[in-house]
């Protein structure tokens, strides 16, 4: 295959969908555009014998790229409802096996609904009235109880689990265009009226499609999968458990976008994922409700310490400045929070440099900079420097527009009314060899 060279290719790939096969089936924070991996796997892991690794897996992009251009790949996230999604989106069924299934959940839903009394399996500590319109919660338990009791295998149980997941979502008050546990207003409120049942239908029969795609695609694919619930600072004892699709232990290409360093007020990924993974029952609840406290940065430092940085140790410095000059700042100290994002970032460097095969792999940092107390974080230049000392070299820098990500254009990061600033809009690639 003839590969466009880096300045050829429009890397914003406005054209080019986000939701083709498995890549649509559930909402998921700042999802890296697919076509990004494909490229970067067909550049640097042509052939299918190399294995792609994600660090921080997400919604799983990466691996059903990996495995639609025929290599193995292995992706570790540290939240749950990541990893079944996950899983989920690669795991090839049957299309027509699944239209059957959905037809029997809907028939035992819609048959006698209002006599149907609903089964107590709604999350216990979420509060109905308040996320979910009168009559809501009697059917998405309904709905819930006959996913639950199906007789079919538990791949093709978590396929409906996880369209269920994307219904409750859809039906409740939550605002669609942010990732943040928010309301939409009242006057929104009042109008809301969710048909439950034709909500998840149509999920369902739209997923069902891009599962055919997706399984047809890969058929004559060799490439496997394994997604982790894990942590990336453990990447070299994960790795060790999984030697089977690994080359004697090791990989040869990472593609990843790792978190953007504040769970609070940039992207909230644990936020996300709370109302899923609990309407989901899924039995790592503990993770579930943690995932921005023990996420990258999630714990501060007592002190700093020399990450041999110099451009990080210059943003510290000017983020403390900006600190004592404003005129509205609590005793919190947002340059620590900024220090334990790199500090973590850091460790995850050198278990990725444990984990490739050195001499013959690639390592592809997807990254955008966001701004602390005013300042901009340049993180596409601070990784460069923190990853050195691990042994990667770094060989380009790609810059693209983001047009795809779910952000807004203005925030009020330090909630004063009459300062915005602007957010995210570039991305930046880093590429090193390694």
Same mark, same amino acid.
């Given at each position: 295959?003839?590969?466009?060279?880096?300045?050829?290719?429009?890397?914003?790939?406005?054209?080019?969908?986000?939701?083709?096969?498995?890549?649509?089936?559930?909402?998921?924070?700042?999802?890296?555009?697919?076509?990004?991996?494909?490229? &970067?796997?067909?550049?640097?892991?042509?052939?299918?014998? $190399?294995?792609?690794?994600?660090?921080?897996?997400?919604?799983?992009?990466?691996?059903?790229?990996?495995?639609?251009?025929?290599?193995?790949?292995?992706?570790?996230?540290?939240?749950?409802?990541?990893?079944?999604?996950?899983?989920?989106?690669?795991?090839?069924?049957?299309?027509?096996?699944?239209?059957?299934?959905?037809?029997?959940?809907?028939?035992?839903?819609?048959?006698?609904?209002?006599?149907? $009394?609903?089964?107590?399996?709604?999350?216990?500590? !979420?509060?109905?009235?308040?996320?979910?319109?009168?009559?809501?919660?009697?059917?998405?338990?309904?709905?819930?109880?006959?996913?639950?009791?199906?007789?079919?295998?538990?791949?093709?149980?978590?396929?409906?689990?996880?369209?269920?997941?994307?219904?409750?979502?859809?039906?409740?008050?939550?605002?669609?265009?942010?990732?943040?546990?928010?309301?939409?207003?009242?006057?929104?409120?009042?109008?809301?009226?969710?048909?439950?049942?034709?909500?998840?239908?149509?999920?369902?029969?739209?997923?069902?499609?891009?599962?055919?795609?997706?399984?047809?695609?890969?058929?004559?694919?060799?490439?496997?999968?394994?997604?982790?619930?894990?942590?990336?600072?453990?990447?070299?004892?994960?790795?060790?458990?999984?030697?089977?699709? !690994?080359?004697?232990?090791?990989?040869? &290409?990472?593609?990843?976008?790792?978190?953007?360093?504040?769970?609070?007020?940039?992207?909230?990924?644990?936020?996300?994922?709370?109302?899923?993974?609990?309407?989901?029952?899924?039995?790592?609840?503990?993770?579930?409700?943690?995932?921005?406290?023990?996420?990258?940065?999630?714990?501060?430092?007592?002190?700093?310490?020399?990450?041999?940085?110099?451009? !990080?140790?210059?943003?510290?410095?000017?983020?403390?400045?900006?600190?004592?000059?404003?005129?509205?700042?609590?005793?919190?100290?947002?340059?620590?929070?900024?220090?334990?994002?790199?500090?973590?970032?850091?460790?995850?460097?050198?278990?990725?440099?444990?984990?490739?095969?050195?001499?013959?792999?690639?390592?592809?940092?997807?990254?955008?900079?966001?701004?602390?107390?005013?300042?901009?974080?340049?993180?596409?230049?601070?990784?460069?420097? !923190?990853?050195?000392?691990?042994?990667?070299?770094?060989?380009?820098?790609?810059?693209?527009?983001?047009?795809?990500?779910?952000?807004?254009?203005?925030?009020?990061?330090?909630?004063?009314?009459?300062?915005?600033?602007?957010?995210?809009?570039?991305?930046?690639?880093?590429?090193?060899?390694?």
């Amino acid at each position: 295959m003839v590969m466009e060279s880096p300045e050829e290719i429009d890397w914003t790939f406005s054209k080019v969908s986000t939701k083709e096969f498995t890549h649509g089936f559930h909402t998921y924070p700042a999802r890296m555009h697919p076509e990004i991996a494909k490229q &970067l796997i067909e550049k640097y892991a042509a052939d299918p014998k $190399k294995v792609v690794f994600d660090p921080f897996m997400g919604s799983g992009g990466v691996i059903v790229e990996a495995i639609l251009h025929g290599n193995n790949a292995i992706g570790i996230d540290i939240n749950p409802f990541s990893e079944f999604l996950s899983k989920v989106k690669t795991t090839p069924l049957n299309a027509e096996k699944l239209s059957k299934t959905l037809d029997e959940i809907l028939e035992k839903s819609t048959t006698n609904t209002s006599k149907q $009394k609903p089964p107590k399996n709604a999350p216990k500590d !979420l509060k109905l009235s308040f996320w979910y319109p009168r009559g809501v919660p009697k059917k998405l338990q309904i709905l819930k109880q006959h996913i639950v009791e199906l007789d079919v295998s538990e791949n093709e149980k978590s396929f409906f689990k996880l369209c269920f997941s994307l219904t409750q979502r859809k039906a409740s008050y939550q605002k669609r265009n942010i990732y943040k546990m928010y309301r939409v207003k009242e006057e929104k409120r009042e109008v809301h009226k969710p048909d439950v049942f034709e909500i998840f239908s149509k999920i369902c029969k739209t997923n069902i499609e891009k599962m055919d795609q997706f399984t047809k695609a890969i058929k004559k694919s060799s490439g496997k999968a394994i997604t982790i619930l894990g942590d990336t600072r453990n990447a070299e004892k994960i790795f060790k458990k999984h030697e089977k699709i !690994l080359d004697n232990g090791k990989a040869h &290409l990472v593609v990843t976008s790792p978190p953007y360093g504040d769970h609070g007020t940039t992207v909230a990924y644990g936020q996300f994922s709370r109302h899923p993974g609990q309407w989901l029952d899924l039995p790592e609840q503990e993770e579930l409700l943690a995932v921005d406290k023990i996420g990258l940065g999630g714990q501060k430092k007592k002190e700093f310490s020399d990450l041999e940085s110099p451009l !990080l140790d210059q943003t510290i410095k000017k983020i403390e400045k900006k600190e004592a000059e404003l005129t509205k700042t609590s005793q919190y100290s947002r340059g620590k929070d900024v220090f334990a994002f790199f500090y973590d970032i850091d460790e995850c460097f050198k278990q990725i440099s444990k984990v490739l095969k050195k001499g013959d792999s690639h390592c592809c940092f997807v990254v955008a900079n966001r701004r602390v107390r005013r300042e901009v974080i340049p993180m596409d230049k601070i990784i460069v420097e !923190l990853a050195k000392k691990y042994g990667f070299r770094h060989k380009e820098t790609i810059y693209r527009k983001i047009i795809n990500k779910a952000f807004a254009s203005k925030n009020t990061p330090e909630n004063q009314a009459d300062y915005r600033d602007e957010t995210m809009n570039e991305e930046s690639i880093v590429v090193w060899e390694y």
